[in-house]
């Protein structure tokens, strides 16, 4: 089975706008439109054969072991599908989302704190139905909110109902919730950590080493605004931090090209940082259909799946 | 176009501002949140083409706006053109005006006075016709316009100023409204109408407050007169002032007299501590002074004893101030007058029953007044000196011919007689002394009694009982009383009747003098006029009318008229007066004033058996010296133009207030300002539609 690579220029009737999707209050079921969605667009999609190897579901061929067999699947449909559970049901994803005052900065009519929540809400969804074990924590400068991985009735609605919180923090460092959950989380899993990582990155390398160490997968997903990443002001203006408050009066147009380039520089760095230590990073401007983020983690499952599987089948020996 | 506060043409260099803004980029007070400003630094706004070009017309509005606003406060008017002052180079009419009263004798005031004359005099062009005037009570025309013109260029100076140090200041007050209107009005005649400018009045005083410029008020100052005043000030300032107020105890017979000083004190003097007593002409106290103590601004009234008539001492003198112009009060000790009645009857002195009995009583020896009633009998014949000492003849007996022979030359000469009808005896002499052939008396005795009914209070003996607290005559009753016809007698005045219709007091013109006739007696025999209140005022009354001095003291200020009418009545020839500097003047004959009361001190007059003496003081509004602001001159109405600095100063006022006139005539600010309203009214509508438009198009790019 070829592996089409994703094609992100895809029609753009078939993803849901963002702006849409947060004109529903409800925080799960926004989640669930777009797992919904995100299914729908795989079953009607050519690429089907890629998409049950990334979902872990896969149609029985001769050879495969019939434990694996999907009863219920073939109740539903009369087809023998293979459920591959015994690497998935030991998952346990913990969704580090960043709740700091600068994450409640939107120009599009929505914050990134509400994008923020909505795709951490659509992956524990996900993986929720997939039976796997999500757990949350909410931070600014410190923990917030804890809630273990779990995987159980009323957990998802738990879940949901904090990161639907609005959020309230204060300013970010990922340094002390890194180094929680490092000492929170024993059990190797799958980390996402969500922020705009619009903060100082010195010791983020040595936090998320200290993740990585443990055996926890990282996926890092950078939310930005579209008017962070542009920088689309046009007239001199004072503004202000929404974090601390602190005010610049600036001519836009003087001060964009520098920006840029900071900003730039900045996320150059943050992606450096995980490329380093083997963690996936994704920036996301909060204007990007939530499917694709959740095709960016799972295509990072699928590829440390596929490592990993390369990695044990030639083994170590064999390089 | 001219500008009345130019100043606020400054104001349009704010169009600055507009240039400013709209070359800075449009900023705003309003916050823009952002994610975090962690890769921002601080631009200042830039200047941007840009805007310039985008709001011009806004930029041209408001820049407008601005100049305009600026123009209206600066009061912009449309000058005309006034007629300009004469040049100075023309022909000028000067009245040069000296004040040369007492106050100008202070330090070194005539000095000054002298002084800026001779440099006025010596400035003045030879084409300027100038007058000198000298002035205090009076204005003494010093040097006319005539004189001036008559002599010759090079000596008119010379002439002006000679004339003015012959005429130093008097002992005189100061008239200065009058002095002014004087000169104003003798400028304004020696020019011609014609001229707009008819001269200037030059007016050279200390400028004090007692300078009575009342006058000046209802004063309608002549066109074109115009007025500087060159005020001159004293090197000291300290003054203290001694006034005569009044001789307490006129009433008393024999009693201490004493004279009252009023010492005053100048607002604005150093000294407070005075000494005032009597002194001798030229010497130091005579007897103890007294010590005062009279803070600037105050004054106190001090009495001092009136020495004896034989002490020499004439004056009370202040000590302890600087100017002594007016520190001196004359005064004469009160001198006694002797009055001597002559009464003509035969009766017995002690006998309370005859009408001499009372007379004798009736006058009371006062200090001022002693008169003395001197009985002589009708038999015995009357000297020429007895008859010319009597003041007053009283007649109670029938005299004879050769008698009322020498009282009627006398009664000729302005003498009274007073004839008392205690019988109808005395008709052939009532006759006698009025001239008749014959008078008929008749005796009348009433019924019960008679009264006093028809009285002329206008007359001269009964104003006193005008009052009508004193009118009532109704208690004195006459028992008996003799009647006559007044129609007989010609030009006899019943001043008083009976209620029967009888005359009760006649009088008669004889010559200067008159005769009065009582038809009644005032003995108890005949009436009850002796014993009631009305006896004593009565009899006062007709020695008053008879010529009896005025028992008052009056007081005279020098430049007063003293009246001297015994001395011009009683002598045909000149009077002879000693002037206080000891030099003498005499009265021409038939004259009764005196006028040449020049300086203060004793006057006396030496032709008069006694001498007479009177004081002459200063007037008292000479010791105001504090001196008055020229502003003072100007509310009275005069037209003072400052010299110099201050001249200039005045012609820049003048031209001020002609613009200020014509500024608020026309009043062009107020189109400005309408103007400047309505381009910024289009500039609000413009930019608020340029804003919205700004916005659509903002709106329609998001």
């Known amino acids: 089975m070829t592996k089409p690579a994703f094609n992100p220029s895809l029609p753009a009737a078939r993803l849901i706008d963002p702006r849409a999707l947060m004109t529903i209050r409800n925080l799960e079921l926004r989640a669930r439109v777009v797992v919904e969605g995100f299914w729908n667009g795989i ?5 089907h054969g890629f998409s049950v190897e990334f979902t872990e579901y896969r149609q029985y061929t001769p050879d495969d072991d019939p434990r694996y067999l999907d009863w219920r699947v073939f109740a539903r449909s009369d087809r023998y599908f293979i459920k591959k559970f015994e690497d998935e049901t030991n ?10 005052r600068s994450m409640a900065y939107g120009s599009v009519g929505y914050t990134k704190a509400q994008y923020a929540a909505t795709l951490a809400a659509t992956l524990a969804y996900f993986l929720h139905l997939q039976g796997d074990a999500v757990g949350l924590l909410t931070f600014d400068r410190q923990l917030r909110e804890y809630l273990p991985a779990r995987h159980r009735a009323g957990h998802l609605r738990h879940l949901m109902l904090t990161l639907g919180q609005p959020a309230a923090g204060s300013a970010t460092d990922l340094a002390v919730p890194l180094r929680r959950v490092a000492e929170l989380v024993r059990k190797r899993g799958l980390v996402v950590l969500l922020s705009d990582f619009l903060a100082p990155l010195d010791r983020l390398e040595r936090d998320l080493a200290a993740l990585a160490a443990c055996g926890h997968e990282v996926v890092v997903f950078q939310i930005l605004d579209p008017a962070e990443l542009a920088f689309t002001f046009e007239n001199p203006a004072l503004f202000e931090d929404v974090e601390s408050g602190r005010t610049l009066f600036l001519d836009p147009a003087a001060a964009r090209k520098e920006y840029l380039r900071r900003l730039e520089a900045h996320c150059a760095g943050l992606r450096a940082t995980c490329g380093r230590l083997g963690a996936a990073c994704h920036r996301l401007e909060t204007t990007r259909p939530l499917e694709l983020a959740l095709f960016d983690v799972l295509r990072q499952r699928m590829r440390r799946r596929t490592q990993v599987r390369r990695a044990g089948r030639y083994g170590p020996n064999h390089a | 176009m001219s500008f009345l506060a130019p100043w606020f043409l400054l104001g349009g260099l704010a169009v600055a501002a507009p240039l400013v803004f709209h070359l800075i980029r449009r900023t705003t007070r309003e916050r823009t949140p952002f994610g975090s400003l962690m890769f921002l630094f601080p631009t200042p706004p830039r200047i941007t083409r840009r805007s310039r070009l985008e709001h011009l017309i806004l930029l041209v509005l408001r ?5 305009l606003l600026a123009v209206g406060f600066g009061r912009p008017f449309l000058k005309k053109t006034v007629a300009s002052p004469p040049a100075p180079g023309s022909a000028r009419r000067i009245v040069l005006l000296v004040d040369t009263s007492a106050s100008m004798r ?13 440099s006025i005099l010596r400035s003045v062009s030879s084409a300027d016709q100038v007058a000198l005037f000298a002035f205090d009570r009076q204005v003494r025309p010093l040097v006319t316009f005539e004189q001036w013109n008559a002599a010759p260029g090079g000596e008119r100076a010379a002439l002006a100023l000679g004339k003015l140090a012959a005429n130093p200041p008097g002992w005189s007050g100061t008239r200065l409204g009058d002095a002014l209107i004087t ?22 005083t200390d400028l004090q407050e007692g300078s009575h410029l009342e006058p000046l008020q209802g004063y309608e100052w002549p066109r074109g007169v115009e007025l500087s005043v060159e005020a001159l000030k004293p090197g000291r300032s300290s003054n203290a002032s001694l006034q005569w107020m009044a001789e307490a105890g006129d009433s008393g017979a024999k009693g201490a007299a004493s004279l009252r000083v009023r010492v005053g004190n100048a607002a604005d003097s150093r000294r407070e501590q005075f000494q005032v007593g009597w002194a001798r002409p030229g010497g130091g106290f005579v007897g103890e002074s007294k010590t005062l103590y009279v803070p600037p601004g105050q004054s106190r009234v001090v009495a001092l004893p009136t020495p004896s008539a034989g ?4 004056r009370v003198v202040l000590r302890g101030d600087d100017e002594d112009f007016d520190d001196t009060v004359f005064a004469v000790a009160a001198e006694t007058a002797r009055l001597k009645v002559l009464y003509l009857g035969a009766e017995a002195e002690q006998d309370p029953k005859q009408p001499l009995y009372f007379l004798r009583r009736a006058f009371q020896e006062t200090r001022r007044q002693v008169v003395q009633v001197l009985a002589h009998s009708p038999t015995a014949a009357l000297g020429a000196a007895e008859a010319r000492d009597a003041l007053l003849f009283i007649v109670a007996d029938p005299l004879p011919g050769e008698t009322c022979d020498a009282i009627r030359v006398q009664l000729a000469a302005g003498k009274t007689a007073l004839v008392v009808l205690k019988s109808t005896a005395l008709a052939s002499t009532l006759a006698g002394l009025l001239g008749l052939d014959r008078v008929s008396l008749e005796e009348t005795r009433p019924d019960s009694y008679a009264m006093l009914a028809q009285i002329d209070f206008r007359h001269p003996l009964f104003a006193p009982f005008a009052d009508p607290r004193f009118s009532d005559f109704t208690r004195v009753h006459f028992w008996k009383y003799r009647r006559l016809d007044p129609a007989a007698i010609p030009g006899a005045r019943v001043v008083a009747g009976f209620d029967s219709g009888a005359p009760a007091l006649l009088e008669v013109p004889a010559g200067k003098g008159r005769v009065l006739v009582l038809t009644s007696g005032w003995q108890p025999a005949d009436s009850q006029l002796a014993l009631s209140t009305k006896f004593v005022p009565l009899l006062y009354s007709i020695l008053e009318q008879s010529g009896a001095p005025d028992p008052a003291p009056a007081q005279y200020r020098v430049g007063d008229v003293v009246p001297l009418p015994s001395l011009a009545v009683g002598e045909r020839s000149a009077a002879v007066l000693r002037l206080p500097d000891g030099s003498q003047a005499e009265l021409a004959a038939g004259q009764t004033n005196f006028s040449q009361t020049t300086m203060p001190g004793i006057y006396t007059v030496v032709s008069a058996q006694p001498a007479r003496r009177f004081a002459v003081n200063l007037d008292p509004a000479e010791s105001r010296t504090l001196p008055l602001s020229v502003d003072e001159l100007e509310r009275m109405g005069a037209p003072v133009s400052r010299q110099g600095p201050a001249a200039a100063y005045e012609v820049r006022r003048k031209i001020r207030l002609e613009n200020a006139e014509l500024e608020s005539r026309q009043k062009l600010w107020r189109w400005f300002a309408v103007t400047a309203l309505g381009v910024l009214l289009f500039e609000t509508w413009l930019a608020g539609r340029t804003g919205r438009r700004l916005a659509v198009q903002g709106g329609a790019t998001s």
Request: aromatic share 6%; with cysteine.
């Open chain 1, 43 to 47: 079953h009607r999609s050519p690429y």
């Open chain 2, 63 to 67: 820049c407008v706006a601005i100049c």
């Open chain 1, 91 to 100: 998952l346990r994803c913990y969704l580090l989302s960043d709740t700091s």
């Open chain 2, 311 to 314: 002490d020499p001492v004439d």
């Open chain 2, 106 to 118: 202070r330090a070194n005031l005539w000095a000054q006075a002298r002084a800026r004359a001779e």
């Open chain 2, 183 to 204: 000169a104003a009005e003798a400028l304004a005649d020696s020019s011609g109408k014609a001229s707009a400018s008819a001269g200037r009045l030059i007016l050279l």
